[in-house]
């Protein structure tokens, strides 16, 4: 049982004292169900606002989202959602096994994963008792993503899940995502300023534009599951992030700067 | 092994806590030398003096620092509570944080020494009055920390039990809450003090126990070291509250001083 989310001619407006900014301009797309998809983007372009919009943390100004048939407050009711955000946002008064509980005190539901065999996922055995303080910004987000995934959602939105982490950590970090990924049947859509991690990690890349967020351009990318790390280094895939670089810079590009 | 480290712990404790101590006595000795020679106004008693009159006067500090105590307690806990109703409104409610905060600043506003003549001519000068002004003297700090420990959430955070569906109670109690702990335990150290203060000014208007009464009885006969002996009753009383509170905040607290910024344990 997969969900799709489709976001149909989405806008989202903010009034700021008294004018208006148009962050996202009238933006269709689908994420099928149990794919990974990666939004990509220039800082300011709306992607944060987009994932928020599909939390039902924010509403949009028009248009509408559907996660599978039900509209986001549903979905989030049903905790059908997970979410990571770019800062791991642990409670510093848990322990780690306490903030993978979280979720399930709250709700009163469990999911068929236990906390104990989440922390177990995201490879974390042996810290069960450590304070948030006590762990490095890779382990958090580790635990950040267990307790998304605490309640069996059916979509999982990361933003920007390991945008403070080192190149070689953040490497790591996607490789053991994709795993969990799988092992989970969620369907994923990670928001993302690494034009390699967007194109490493998902069948379809969306690049967004800003000013006002339009979509500018959605890239498939057909390389195979399992993807390592060996990919990186091939032509295929650097054929492919030229693609995503390109949609990215097509006004500059076009204007030869 | 233990027991080795067991005298070690034993005497780092000694070695930090021996300056000071050496110190205070040295004080103390040039104090009653100078004392001798002659070189201290007749207001100042010799720390000798003092010791006698605790000697003498020791059951009627307890008899009057119960009273004190009791009043500055029940105003104090008194204050908590109305704080904590106000904030939990405010936080809420947040249309109310402007009301609430504006009839907070009106009660700090009114100095506690030309307000408590007239709450006597209401209330009169019993234990009544006494808890009112402690908690009337605690509750503007109480009131400040909680809302701002309340409000210091970050937006992160709320955004997650916002997804998570968490009812407002349970981001209350299990987000808010413990988030404004450790400003409320600085609230609670600041009003403390606050309190006690509060309970002696009520006490000098009169009345028949207290310490209030003890310091004004004193320094009518012109029993100087008396004097001396209450305010420091006073000071104690005010540092083993204090010392009270940073050791349940210690134990409550733990996770907000992160890796070894409390010294001891190291991992
Ligand atoms: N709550 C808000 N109120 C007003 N404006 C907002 C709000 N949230 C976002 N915006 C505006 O919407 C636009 C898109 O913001 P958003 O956070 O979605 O960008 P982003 O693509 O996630 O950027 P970044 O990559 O820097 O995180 C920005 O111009 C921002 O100023
Ligand atoms: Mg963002």
Known sequence: ?257 | MAADAMVGHIGSLVVRRLPPLLLLVAIGLVWEAAKLGGLLPITVPAPGAVWTALIDHGGDLVYHSIATLGAALTGYVAAIAVAAALAGLAVTWPISERPVFTLAILIDSLPLIAVAPILMLWLGNGTTLHVIVAAGAALFPLLVGMIQGFKSTDSTTRELFHVLSASRWQTLTRLMLPNALPAIFSALKVAAPLALLGTLIAEWMGTDRGLGTLIIYALFSFNVPLVWLSILTVCALTAVSYALLAFAEHRLVDWAHPRGTTGGRST
């Open chain 1, 1 to 257: 049982m997969m969900t799709d989310i489709q976001i149909k001619a989405v806008s989202k407006r903010f009034a700021i004292d008294r004018s208006e900014i148009l962050a996202l301009d009238d933006v269709s797309l689908t994420f099928p169900a149990g794919s990974f998809s990666a939004l990509i983007g220039p800082s300011g372009c709306g992607k944060s606002t987009l994932l928020r919009m599909i939390a039902d943390v924010i509403a949009p100004s028009t248009g509408s989202i559907l996660i599978g048939d039900h509209p986001p407050g549903k979905a989030r009711r049903s905790h059908e959602i997970g979410f990571v955000f770019q800062s791991a946002s642990l409670l510093p008064w848990r322990s780690v096994i306490d903030n993978v509980r979280l979720p399930g005190e709250l709700s009163n539901k469990q999911g068929s994963r236990s906390p104990e065999a989440l922390v177990d996922l995201v490879g974390l055995n042996g810290f069960e008792e450590a304070k948030p303080a006590q762990l490095s910004g890779g382990m958090q987000q580790r635990v950040a993503i267990a307790r998304a995934l605490a309640l069996d959602p059916k979509v999982l939105l990361m933003d920007e899940p390991f945008g403070a982490l080192d190149e070689i950590t953040r490497q790591r970090m996607n490789v053991e995502l994709l795993r969990i990924w799988k092992e989970t049947n969620t369907t994923a859509v990670l928001v993302t300023h690494t034009i390699s991690e967007a194109v490493f990690m998902a069948d379809t890349v969306h690049v967004l534009s800003a000013h006002p967020g339009r979509l500018a351009a959605s890239i498939a990318i057909d390389l195979p599951r399992p993807r390592h790390l060996a990919l990186l280094q091939s032509h295929a895939f650097n054929a492919l992030e030229n693609q995503v670089r390109a949609a990215l810079f097509a006004k500059e590009i076009a204007s030869g700067r």
